[in-house]
């Protein structure tokens, strides 16, 4: 041992690195720590918040569950004392308890310990809901909290990849080090000494990595994220609200209950599907609970239609579900068919939620290109329009792993043209995800026709051979591998609440004049434009209660979206507005335009008004900025009104959303309101229990026109003869 070799290191240098080596390990060490302090952080908050909105409940428990409690409690001096609800106890001290005639400082005690059981009892079950309009404490210290850990996790992550290369290696360097000056080494056995020299050339290592500078920029991008102030955190959370509760719900803070997210399914199926591989390293976005849910399914089950309601971002999950593919499979090839108005926003949502190429492949440019997508791969994303052209030039040894196809009631008739197209293309997919808020929309065996396209197997006949059972457990058993359908109520419990107002209107003169010379010509979809049609509409009762509506908006802080499905009536609101900021999107405004009104909508001031065609802005576009909406006219079919309505009230809002419809009492507008009602009707009673029926044929046809506009004549014909007569008399 004593013939071993062993150099002097240079004590400076090896003192030198301890120092630093220790201090930055120690730090980083303390950061990983303060990971789990902060969840528990975020969990405390979300408790208090949470027996807050539980205390909300107390208004509905009687006093005289107090007697229930076992605790002796003399319900019936409380009682005799006014109070007759717990929330009226609720925010009352010991002290203040006590005081009350009849009640001593034990009774007290008793009372104030009940309702807070009560209280952590109801808590337990309460779903969380951020207000962006609460006073609260609990409501923003929860949001502060979450926001603090947003900012901060890149950095925990960052951190504890760092201590787990390197922390190791450091403690046993610093543990092999036993000498550190030159006496010591000179009285030191050769084992101690190599002790410490291998100790040192660790140090040497680790510092030649790099790692004292990379640890200290990750320090310091710690220290200055503890400068993030409440005011910052409301801002976000003002301006988008996703994220905070997909870090709850990835937390196990929220309360969704998996019975919802599975929705339909049979418990072998989910279990099954629960256990299926997600890979989110090429995703940028953190999924919700359910949205994980629904990526597996379609990875699973490989041909399945997505059916879940409008607003919980059945894009994030097809994005996840090709992420994970390419995690796997390097220059994957995935395809993505939309309707052309939404074809940037796709594009624009897969470069945002993933690391993921989209290439754009859209048929009114010209020929499209397709060759750089066929040698990179990635995410082609074309319209139904372009599918023709797109079958023609794809490459027969080009393998789509994933064909994503939204909207997919656009191609709902096997006849249609790109329909069949489409079904060309998918002969060349691994796998196809048909995505559609709208099952059911006008066409009785609609549902069949979509499954049809994916499966060709045995449950196609099932699906059709069971249809008329569609209430039963059977059926839901039958549909299950190849539908998964989730409403908004049962998975996004933290949504603020809508409220729907008609508001009902009495036609003015010159709204009746006008009306009734359309009526007179027979023309239906003028009188649909009731209240609209006159030039000068500053005596429309429509145009009226529009800007009464505008600045109750403005007044309030918020934005509005005004919605008609006709070109003359907008234009005739962005008239009446006069010098507010007003946003306009029509069928002509491009796809790329359209994205870029909304962008900057939602940066424009409170008070803002986006006037919209339903058809243009009312699919594709996610508009949270603005929490109220405004129907200028009842639209012929539900689906039109529903897809409007969830381009605001949607994952992200945090506002209770108001939707006005202005309406014309004694017009057409009340034979329309029941249309919608009996479609709306059939719509939730098959629709929205993922199940399949036939509905009723599209009562807006010919004969159903006619009908009205004959009642509408039979209203009004007399009083304009009446009134042809009396000129003539005169």
Excluded at 280 to 289: F, I
Excluded at 614 to 636: D, K, R, Y
């Amino acid at each position: 041992m004593d013939n071993i070799n062993i150099y002097k290191p240079d004590f400076g240098l090896l003192n030198n690195n301890i120092r630093t080596m220790s201090t930055i390990d120690r730090r980083l060490c303390a950061i990983e720590q303060e990971d789990a302090v902060a969840r528990n952080s975020i969990n405390a908050a979300a408790v208090a918040l949470k027996v807050k909105l539980a205390k909300g409940g107390l208004a509905s428990i009687p006093v005289s569950e107090l007697a229930n409690a076992k605790a002796g409690i003399r319900v019936a001096v409380l009682e005799k004392a006014g109070f007759t609800n717990l929330s009226q106890l609720e925010g009352r001290s010991e002290a203040a308890l006590s005081m009350i005639n009849g009640i001593g400082q034990a009774q007290a005690s008793a009372i104030r310990q009940t309702i807070d059981m009560f209280a952590r009892t109801m808590a337990e079950t309460t779903s969380i809901r951020i207000d962006a309009d609460s006073k609260d404490a609990e409501n923003w210290n929860l949001v502060f909290e979450l926001f603090k850990y947003m900012k901060k996790a890149p950095v925990y992550k960052d951190v504890a990849v760092m201590n787990a290369r390197y922390h190791g290696h450091i403690e046993k360097a610093l543990n092999d080090i036993k000498i550190r000056n030159s006496l010591r080494w000179l009285f030191s056995t050769n084992k101690t000494k190599a002790s410490t020299v291998e100790g040192f050339e660790t140090l040497l290592a680790v510092n030649n990595d790099n790692y004292p500078n990379r640890a200290t920029v990750l320090i310091n991008q710690y220290e200055t994220l503890r400068l993030i102030s409440l005011a910052d955190a409301k801002r976000e959370f003002l301006n988008n609200s996703a994220p905070f509760y997909a870090l709850l719900d990835s937390l196990n803070v929220s309360s969704v209950k998996l019975s919802s997210v599975y929705k339909d399914l049979p418990s072998y199926l989910a279990q099954e599907i629960e256990e299926q591989e997600l890979d989110t390293t090429l995703l940028n976005v953190s999924l919700r609970q359910y949205q994980t849910f629904g990526a597996k399914y379609a990875l699973h089950q490989e041909n399945a239609l997505l059916g879940d309601e409008m607003g919980l971002g059945k894009t994030i999950m097809a994005i996840a579900a090709m992420a994970s593919i390419a995690a796997k499979v390097p220059d994957a090839h995935f395809l993505v068919v939309c309707p052309a108005s939404v074809l940037i926003n796709w594009c624009r949502e897969v470069e945002k939620h993933s690391k993921l190429k989209a290439h754009l492949l859209h048929a009114s440019r010209g020929k499209i290109d397709i060759l750089d997508w066929e040698k990179d791969g990635g995410v082609a994303v074309t319209n139904y329009e372009s599918l023709d052209e797109l079958a023609e030039n794809i490459s027969k040894d080009t393998v789509i792993e994933m064909m994503v196809v939204d909207e997919a009631h656009y191609i709902k008739n096997p006849e249609a043209k790109r329909t069949q197209y489409l079904v060309e293309v998918k002969a060349k997919a691994k796998r196809t995800l048909l995505m559609t808020g709208t099952p059911l929309e006008n066409k009785v065996d609609e549902m069949c026709n979509l499954i049809g396209i994916l499966r060709q197997d045995e449950i196609i006949k099932d699906v059709k051979k069971y249809a008329f059972m569609n209430q039963s457990d059977e059926f839901k058993t039958v549909i299950a591998p190849v539908y998964l359908r989730r409403v908004r109520e049962d998975v996004l419990q933290e949504l603020p609440e809508m409220e729907d107002k008609p508001q009902w209107c009495e036609m003015t003169a010159e709204d009746k004049a006008a009306y009734v010379n359309e009526v007179i010509e027979g023309s239906f979809m003028s009188m649909r434009r009731v209240s609209w049609l006159q030039d000068d509409i500053k005596h429309s009762a429509k145009a009226m209660r529009l800007l009464e509506l505008c600045d109750m908006v403005r007044d309030d802080g918020r934005k509005v979206i005004v919605f008609s499905y006709f070109l003359d009536t907008l234009n005739k609101v962005c008239s009446l507005l006069g010098d507010r900021d007003v946003f306009k999107i029509t069928g002509a405004t491009s796809i790329a335009e359209r994205q870029n009104i909304v962008d900057n909508f939602s940066q424009s001031k409170a008070g803002s008004v986006l006037v919209s065609q339903v058809l243009a802005g009312g699919t594709g576009l996610n508009i949270q900025a603005a929490s109220v909406v405004i129907f200028c006219e009842p639209q012929i079919k539900p689906s039109l009104e529903t897809q409007a309505i969830s381009r605001v009230y949607r994952m992200g809002q945090v506002r209770n959303v108001l939707v006005y419809h202005l309406l014309c009492s004694d017009s057409i507008d009340e034979d329309m309101v029941r249309l919608l009602e009996t479609k709306q009707n059939i719509f939730d009673e098959f629709a929205n229990e993922s199940e399949v029926a036939d509905m009723a044929k599209n009562m807006a046809d010919k004969e159903w026109i006619n009908s009205v506009i004959e009642r509408e004549r039979q209203k009004y014909l007399p009083a304009v003869v009446v009134n042809v007569d009396q000129e003539v008399e005169t």
